[in-house]
């Protein structure tokens, strides 16, 4: 079945540090790829999305890159702030198949130092 | 207001209880979710629906019941609670793969 993996946490960098969290996926087919946030005590937000091979989803300064080859979406910001301090999740869906659901990776808590 | 309300936020059951908790989305959309968040296990989905009517069973539903007769409720019933469900409980809604997530319930079981 569909899974997502990411890289475990938790992750603390200092402010304006370039920060990586590494997603890769297992799914046939090509499923849409996205990475939710969540701040504290909140639900999840949509932070970005790719929908077909070598898209670049971004929002916010966040960017990731699907990639077909190597199964993966990596999420990448070139200078973080206190303010992205939050869980961020990585997630699939596959709707060319009719379905909708999301299928999640465990999650990755970032906390950024002042 | 437009979007999506979960209640309640918090609530404390006893084991062997029955519970609902609510789901409610002002959107229209055709898909809603419910999903259990736990530490080390991400977020695992119960249950989902694609339209009224329409529901089928996500990755961990032993122990749940769904029912969808209008579009923008999914209310969640455990049957009978147990303690391994304790958990923090996202509902959501979406359409194009964009999927819109409640504030949350925290559900403990004593």
């Known amino acids: 079945g569909d899974s997502v993996t990411q890289m475990e946490g938790p992750v603390t960098l200092s402010e304006e540090a370039f920060l990586t969290i590494n997603c890769t996926y297992t799914?046939?087919?090509?499923?849409?790829l996205f990475w939710y946030v969540q701040y504290p005590g909140e639900g999840l937000q949509l932070l970005l999305k790719?929908?077909?091979?070598?898209d670049k989803g971004s929002n916010k300064g966040f960017e990731a890159t699907y990639r077909k080859e190597t199964t993966s979406f990596h999420l990448e910001k070139g200078s973080v702030q206190v303010s992205d301090s939050a869980v961020y999740f990585c997630?699939?869906?596959?709707?060319?198949?009719?379905?909708?659901?999301?299928?999640f990776g465990t999650g990755t808590r970032l906390t950024i130092i002042p | 207001d437009a979007g999506i309300t979960q209640s309640p936020r918090y609530k404390i059951t006893e084991t062997g209880r029955q519970v609902t908790l609510m789901c409610h989305q002002t959107?229209?959309?055709?898909?809603m979710f419910w999903y259990r968040q736990d530490l080390g296990h991400g977020l695992r989905l119960i249950y989902y629906?694609?339209?009224?009517?329409?529901?089928d069973k996500g990755e961990v539903p032993d122990g749940y019941v769904v029912s969808r007769s209008k579009t923008e409720n999914f209310p969640l019933t455990l049957e009978s609670a147990t303690r391994s469900q304790t958990s923090v409980y996202f509902c959501?809604?979406?359409?194009?793969?964009?999927?819109?997530f409640g504030q949350g319930t925290r559900l403990t079981v004593v």
């Open positions: 629906s694609a339209a009224a009517d329409i529901t």
């Open positions: 790719a929908t077909k091979a070598d």
């Open positions: 997630a699939l869906s596959r709707p060319n198949f009719g379905n909708e659901k999301l299928t």
């Open positions: 799914a046939t087919g090509y499923p849409s």
């Open positions: 959107w229209s959309h055709s898909y």
């Open positions: 959501a809604s979406g359409q194009f793969s964009e999927a819109f």
